[in-house]
């Protein structure tokens, strides 16, 4: 019996803090299959409970960064009840994302397309190739990108969303940072480097505080405003409370830089 390869690489250096999950099946041009997003979702679950991970990167290997569900399996399988199966494992994994104490940050080159596009938009940043073009692009093909439509509508802003999931249009990584979906596109050659950067600024921040910061900036997205002050005002108490804080502050007071254990 012949064992089917990972999809997946996952990079662990404990010394840096830093997990690259890639994306790794290149012929497929690492379309989203059950098993991608199985692996997917392991690795997430592995990492959320790793506690020399102070951050991720998510990758890919070959000329795409991911093409979104694979088209192929969903043809082979015509049945109600396996593509609910199969958008609801996909909507899990992504608020995996959400989820995860740890900040993840999309590295994208070439094409990220549909749930692929979803991906990038669900995680917290997002760095992009200039050559680097995104799309939801369903609806050419009779399907509106509803799933991937959640993700990209809570990053752009609601009409340049909906352009995209009512065309099909592709967009260049340049509007994709004028409309919001990531937040840098750099020369292909500078990609890694880059990604590397933006870890190494966060990287430089007390920990607590960075988990703390994306927990209640998930929640309170949800909210009404008054809820969301609340929530603030308690997470921010529970922050003032830590001793990272409490140094910062005193630091702050002394004119003089932080003393961290990063």
Same mark, same amino acid.
């Given at each position: 019996?012949?064992?089917?390869?990972?999809?997946?690489?996952?990079?662990?250096?404990?010394?840096?803090?830093?997990?690259?999950?890639?994306?790794?099946?290149?012929?497929?041009?690492?379309?989203?299959?059950?098993?991608?997003?199985?692996?997917?979702?392991?690795?997430?679950?592995?990492?959320?409970?790793?506690?020399?991970?102070?951050? @991720? /990167?998510?990758?890919?290997? %070959?000329? *795409?960064?991911?093409? +979104?569900?694979? !088209?192929?399996? #969903?043809?082979?399988?015509?049945?109600?009840?396996?593509?609910?199966?199969?958008?609801?494992?996909?909507?899990?994994?992504?608020?995996?994302?959400?989820?995860?104490?740890?900040? @993840? /940050?999309?590295?994208?080159? %070439?094409? *990220?397309?549909?749930? +692929?596009?979803? !991906?990038?938009? #669900?995680?917290?940043?997002?760095?992009?190739?200039?050559?680097?073009?995104?799309?939801?692009?369903?609806?050419?093909?009779?399907?509106?990108?509803?799933?991937?439509?959640?993700?990209?509508?809570?990053?752009?802003?609601?009409?340049?969303?909906?352009?995209?999931?009512?065309?099909?249009?592709?967009?260049?990584?340049?509007?994709?940072?004028?409309?919001?979906?990531?937040?840098?596109?750099?020369?292909?050659?500078?990609?890694?480097?880059?990604?590397?950067?933006?870890?190494?600024?966060?990287?430089?921040?007390?920990?607590?505080?960075?988990?703390?910061?994306?927990?209640?900036?998930?929640?309170?997205?949800?909210?009404?405003?008054?809820?969301?002050?609340?929530?603030?005002?308690?997470?921010?108490?529970?922050?003032?409370?830590?001793?990272?804080?409490?140094?910062?502050?005193?630091?702050?007071?002394?004119?003089?830089?932080?003393?961290?254990?990063?």
């Amino acid at each position: 019996m012949s064992i089917e390869p990972s999809q997946l690489v996952l990079e662990d250096s404990p010394a840096s803090g830093i997990v690259r999950l890639i994306l790794n099946n290149a012929s497929s041009f690492n379309a989203l299959s059950a098993k991608m997003m199985s692996e997917l979702k392991e690795a997430f679950q592995k990492i959320s409970q790793n506690s020399h991970c102070r951050i @991720v /990167i998510l990758a890919a290997n %070959g000329k *795409a960064f991911s093409t +979104g569900h694979d !088209l192929k399996e #969903m043809r082979n399988q015509p049945d109600h009840d396996f593509y609910s199966a199969l958008f609801q494992q996909c909507s899990a994994m992504m608020l995996q994302i959400q989820n995860l104490p740890q900040p @993840v /940050i999309a590295q994208v080159q %070439g094409i *990220a397309t549909a749930a +692929g596009c979803q !991906l990038v938009s #669900m995680c917290d940043l997002a760095v992009a190739a200039k050559t680097a073009k995104f799309a939801v692009s369903g609806i050419n093909y009779g399907l509106f990108c509803s799933t991937p439509g959640v993700g990209i509508s809570r990053s752009m802003h609601r009409k340049q969303a909906m352009e995209m999931l009512l065309t099909g249009d592709f967009i260049d990584a340049e509007t994709a940072v004028q409309r919001g979906l990531i937040n840098q596109c750099v020369d292909d050659d500078r990609l890694e480097q880059s990604v590397i950067n933006l870890c190494e600024k966060i990287l430089a921040k007390p920990e607590p505080a960075v988990r703390m910061g994306k927990q209640l900036f998930y929640k309170q997205l949800e909210m009404g405003i008054a809820a969301a002050y609340q929530l603030a005002g308690q997470t921010m108490a529970c922050n003032m409370m830590d001793e990272t804080a409490q140094e910062g502050f005193q630091a702050f007071l002394d004119k003089r830089k932080p003393s961290w254990n990063t």
